[in-house]
């Protein structure tokens, strides 16, 4: 069973930065899709930022120009650089990661990591 490791949640002030990580146990390349969502209060979740294998990277229209999404093939980490925060940024956020095999399609996703934008 692959789990999903998540760190680097926290307080922060409006405008500062986070940098949320996530290290799967198993290797980046078994994956074929990798990311980030997030769910505030009483809202469903949603797509933040993911890597596709030789495909695109894609973001939320929200967040562009001021979250990357990165990988590290030396450390086998999934990052989220998160710069000028904003109070509605403030959510759960979940590394989600998928594989394909055989035909089927699994997904894994990470416990969470409370990210909270003070006034």
């Known amino acids: 069973q692959v789990r999903l490791v998540e760190s680097g949640g926290g307080l922060v002030e409006i405008g500062g930065s986070l940098r949320l990580s996530c290290a799967p146990t198993?290797?980046?390349?078994?994956?074929?899709?990798m990311g980030w969502y997030r769910q505030a209060p009483g809202k469903q979740r949603e797509l933040v930022a993911e890597?596709?294998?030789?495909?695109?990277?894609n973001y939320a229209d929200s967040i562009k120009g001021r979250f990357t999404i990165s990988r590290n093939n030396a450390k086998n980490t999934l990052s989220l650089q998160m710069n000028s925060l904003k109070p509605e940024d403030t959510a759960v956020y979940y590394c989600?990661?998928?594989?394909?095999?055989?035909?089927?399609?699994?997904?894994?996703w990470g416990q969470g990591t409370q990210v909270t934008v003070s006034l």
């Open positions: 989600h990661a998928d594989q394909r095999l055989s035909g089927a399609q699994y997904d894994y």
């Open positions: 198993a290797s980046l390349f078994s994956f074929n899709t």
């Open positions: 890597l596709t294998d030789g495909g695109p990277t």
